[in-house]
């Protein structure tokens, strides 16, 4: 399968999974519907730098910035879905549900305004002309070869097991540099075979990874921070060229892959319920700040010990995925590519 094809495939999956969501995302009865949204758009831009070497540097910009943009405009909604849905609850049962009575309250009205923004951002005449121009610029790349049809297709993940569903950095777990390839040789043509260009990828994404993890027992939450991006990167490439070799050793990388970046997803949900406890709280008035950081403390202290328990857990993790075989260095498979 010629790099184009694939590529094309790609984006259009990614496509596919966001505009399935949105009606549940509007709704807003699911948190799953701004999840599953969200997790489309972040594989796409994922996709973008991955792919770009091998396209001309002005030619996906616009596109680029809309989609960063509709993220962002989704962050909030997710970041309180999973603030009360999963960070709270395990805390409130184990304490009392009394007390987080005046934390939940506050909390629910910062989600509604969350999903009012998504609900604006998906009316938007910026997002109707984002979609219209990227299905013009999807179908300009596949041509001037048609997009094969052997194969399999998927939706996307159910879940984008990363962990990281607060929005602690750009969205899209990717800096936009588009560093994964060569642009300009043998390797890096769109008619060439996507095995090569898999396997340059998946190599550099994982060197990458290996050179932000180096001394992990001792790197701080910052330099962990940006070993998990690097993972993220990494994760997204795998499960886009997974199927292209197929196998044990596969599978078992991307198990050991999603383990670790799982352990430091939940660092990062911990940091991100951090901010908002002291968002909810500076923003409260006098009346209230005193339960709110009562109920903060007590979610704070929950967290901050659940952190130290799961740092062995962790070292174990990253010291496993450092030993994963490289799955990409046998023979691949090149008539298949699932996104």
């Known amino acids: 399968m010629a790099t184009r094809t694939a590529m094309t495939r790609i984006f259009t999956t990614c496509m596919e999974h966001w505009t399935a969501n949105e009606a549940a995302a509007m709704d807003g009865g699911d948190p ?16 973008l730098t991955l792919f770009a070497p091998l396209l001309p540097p002005e030619q996906p910009a616009s596109i680029k910035e809309d989609a960063r943009w509709a993220v962002q405009e989704l962050n909030a909604a997710r970041d309180w879905d999973v603030f009360l849905g999963e960070m709270v609850p395990p805390v409130s049962a184990a304490r ?3 007390m987080f009575t005046p934390l939940r309250d506050a909390a629910e009205a910062q989600r509604a305004r969350g999903y009012d923004g998504v609900g604006a951002m998906l009316r938007s005449e910026r997002y109707g002309a984002f979609m219209a121009r990227l299905r013009v610029w999807l179908t300009e790349q596949a041509a001037p070869h048609e997009v094969e049809s052997d194969g399999p297709k998927n939706d996307g993940p ?13 969205g899209s777990g990717d800096d936009g540099s588009g560093d994964d390839g060569p642009a300009n040789d043998a390797h890096g043509s769109l008619d060439a ?32 921070h940006r070993v998990r991006i690097a993972l993220k990167k990494l994760r997204y490439a795998t499960e886009f060229f997974q199927s292209l070799f197929p196998g044990k050793r596969t ?13 430091l997803g939940h660092l ?4 991100v319920a951090d901010r908002l406890l002291r968002e909810l709280i500076a923003a409260s008035s006098d009346g209230h700040k005193v339960d709110l950081a009562l109920a903060a ?24 995925f450092r030993k994963s075989k490289r799955f990409w260095t046998k023979r691949a498979d090149p008539s298949v590519v699932e996104s």
Request: proline fraction near 2%.
């Open 96 to 98: 009392g549900e009394a």
């Open 32 to 47: 799953e519907g701004v999840h599953q949204l969200r997790v489309g758009l972040r594989r796409f831009r994922s996709a």
């Open 251 to 263: 599978q078992t990388y991307l198990a050991r892959l999603k383990r670790l970046q799982d352990d």
């Open 297 to 320: 403390g007590q979610v704070q202290g929950w967290y901050a010990r659940g952190v130290t328990i799961l740092e062995p857990d962790t070292r174990r993790d990253w010291s496993s």
């Open 268 to 271: 990062n949900d911990v940091a």
């Open 158 to 170: 159910k879940n984008d097991g990363s962990g990281d569903d607060g929005s602690g950095d750009d």
């Open 193 to 224: 075979p996507v095995t090569v260009y898999a396997q340059t990828t998946l190599a550099k994404r994982h060197k990458k990874a290996l050179k932000r993890g180096k001394g992990f027992d001792t790197l701080t939450s910052e330099q962990r």
